[in-house]
């Protein structure tokens, strides 16, 4: 029986960051959303996000070397990874990828950096922005 994929809320996700200093929190949104969004700002935990794209922009194809990256920057496949995307559905694709490929402790960051939208179309419901953990602009 397999195990349930581990999900952490963004709160969750900070403090899973700053209790284990091996853990790495892979971004997988497009180089445009790094840049024009905005990336989390790991700098007072002594770490920095890992920006892996999983599509790329603007075709959204699948980014071909993605566990080839990952390989060059996550050291065992027993270092805790986790993954955020814009609203946790890109994170759930590069975790099961991360997970198939033999890497152990993947992480879904629930909600994303900029969470669902509301009724008039924002992204302002939740997410990291929304929780008010630290971010910077691309």
């Not at 029986?1 to 899973?16: F, I, K, N, R, V």
């Not at 091996?22 to 700002?41: H, M, N, S």
């Not at 935990?45 to 603007?58: A, D, H």
């Not at 509301?118 to 008010?132: E, P």
Request: glycine content about 8%; aromatic content about 8%; charged content about 20%.
């Amino acid at each position: 029986m397999s195990q349930p994929a581990a999900q952490l809320t963004p709160q969750e996700a900070w403090d899973h960051l700053a209790s284990d200093p091996e853990a790495i929190l892979v971004d997988v949104r497009t180089r445009a959303e790094w840049t024009f969004v905005g990336l989390p700002d790991l700098t007072s935990l002594g770490k920095r996000v890992v920006p892996i794209e999983w599509t790329s922009f603007p075709d959204g194809a699948p980014n071909p070397a993605f566990l080839d990256e990952l390989r060059a920057v996550v050291p065992t496949e027993e270092t805790t990874v986790l993954f955020l995307c814009r609203s946790g559905a890109r994170s759930v694709a590069a975790q099961t990828a991360a997970g198939a490929a033999g890497y152990s402790r993947t992480v879904n960051v629930l909600e994303g950096f900029e969470g669902d939208v509301d009724a008039h179309g924002h992204r302002a419901v939740n997410g990291w922005k929304q929780a008010g953990l630290p971010w910077r602009q691309g």
